[in-house]
Antibody
């Protein structure tokens, strides 16, 4: 079955860095784009970034542009989110989600999320 | 990339129908037929329940339906059940395959 498992969350000081990973299984990884979406405690969903199936296209929300970098590790069926210059407002649960192929503009499978806390 | 606008809460009695809105702009909701809806229970990941405005993924109850008019999309839950109590988020495709989400609507079953 399709599985997405995030890891790498934790507590980091403002200005620090963290790398999140999303391990994919149960589907042909190279066919699918992967999105990162975050949710601050008690708040709504916020789209963060996307990497296309072939890694040729990467896009970011304005709030993270220049600080976050998304990449694919196709040999290990993983997507990474490198987060630098972290701010308190980056504190959230970070989800990776698979971009649906047969449902344009939708994400059909989501991981369980990993919590990032930016605090001194 | 402003968030889509959703009402904070909607409530209804069991068996009733409720509808929640999702308002964007011509750059997102109004510009594409690619609005999706997600159901989220506390502490859980979102689950896709509607895609491309009105299509349901396999396994999603037919009590959920979606529509769109101009810059506003809507989700209707018919025959409301206690198990429908959750947060609901709309999302829209935007240019270059990015996404924008709404702030979420909390559905309460009275």
């Amino acid at each position: 079955q399709v599985q997405l498992v995030e890891s790498g969350g934790g507590v980091v000081q403002p200005g620090g860095s963290l790398r999140l990973s999303c391990a994919a299984s149960g589907f042909t990884f190279s066919y699918y784009g992967i999105h990162w979406v975050r949710q601050a405690p008690g708040k709504g969903l916020e789209w963060v970034a996307v990497v296309s199936y072939d890694e040729n296209n990467k896009y970011y929300a304005d709030s993270v542009k220049g600080r976050f970098t998304v990449s694919r590790d196709s040999s290990n069926n993983k997507v990474n989110l490198q987060m630098n210059s972290l701010r308190a407002e980056d504190s959230a649960v970070y989800y990776c989600a698979r971009e649906a192929i047969t449902a344009v503009g939708a994400e059909d499978y989501w991981g369980q999320g990993t919590l990032v806390t930016v605090s001194s | 990339q402003s968030a889509l606008t959703q009402p904070a809460s909607v409530s209804g009695s069991p068996g009733q129908s409720i509808t929640m809105s999702c308002t964007g702009t011509s750059s997102d909701v109004g510009g594409y037929k690619y609005v999706s809806w997600y159901q989220q229970f506390p502490g859980k990941a979102p689950k896709l329940i509607i895609y491309e405005v009105s299509n349901r993924p396999s396994g999603v109850s037919s009590r959920f339906s979606g529509s769109k008019s101009g810059n506003t999309a809507s989700l209707t839950i018919s025959g409301l059940q206690a198990e429908d109590e959750a947060d609901y988020y709309c999302g829209s495709y935007t240019s270059i395959n990015t996404r924008v989400f709404g702030g979420g609507t909390k559905v309460t079953v009275l």
